[in-house]
Structure formats: C-alpha cells, structure tokens
C-alpha cells in the first residue's frame, strides 16, 4: 500500500486507523510526504517495488494496482513478461482510456504485436461496488 501527504497536512483519523488497520493485517505500508514543489514520487516506489517482487520467487502470483493512472503502464507490462498476473482497479472517471485500450502496450511501443497484454483480468471498476467497500461513519 502505497500512499502521500502533503508535508504539514493533518492526518485525519480515520486514514491513521486505516494504514493501522492494514499493517495489523501484514500489508506493507509506506506512506511518504511532499511539498508543492516536489513530485511525490510514490509511482516510481510503487512500480520499482511491483518489478522488483515480480522477480523474487514466490513473492506474489497476482499484482493489483488500485490507480487510474496511465504512467504504470511499462510496469503492468514488465510484471506480467515476469510471468505475474496483473489486475487493475479504479475509479471510472479517473482510469486512463489505455487500461480498457487492448493495445495500449503496443501504442506505447513497450511491446512487439502480439507480445504481451496489459492485464489479465477486465478492469474491476471500484464504482460498481463502492456501497459494498465503503460503510458510512455514522450508519443512520
């Protein structure tokens, strides 16, 4: 799990009892910070992380990233010619069009025609099941 926060920005509660709750379950937590003038820089940790684990035997069968962002293209790609599986989920309305485009990879010149796919699985759209994943903090 990979996340930021603006430098100075509060944590809120609920996100503290979150990453909290994410750690007490074994999930590697790694929370960064930014200023307006620098890049987050959590994309290249999570994609550096995605492809370093892809080559470590028995490390993982399935990556799942939780983003709509187009720039972990190359690493869907290099993960899944490492013989892992990938699955993605987002947002409709933030998902760059190149995780549904079959071709994206060869348009992004990653691969040959035919070599490899983006993903394994269609798009898991977090929209279609948002009442299922999120409970309101104070059920009426």
Known sequence: ??????TGQPVSEAREAMFDEMRRLHYDVHLGSF???REKCVDIALAVDMLHYATVPGAFDVAVLVSGDADFLPALVRT???GKRVAICSLRNSASSSFENAEASQLLGLVADGEA???DFDVLWLD?????LVTPLHPT
């Open 1 to 6: 799990v990979y996340s930021s926060l603006r």
């Open 35 to 37: 200023d307006g003038s």
């Open 80 to 82: 899944r010619q490492r």
């Open 117 to 119: 796919r983006l993903k």
């Open 128 to 132: 279609d099941h948002v009442t299922k």
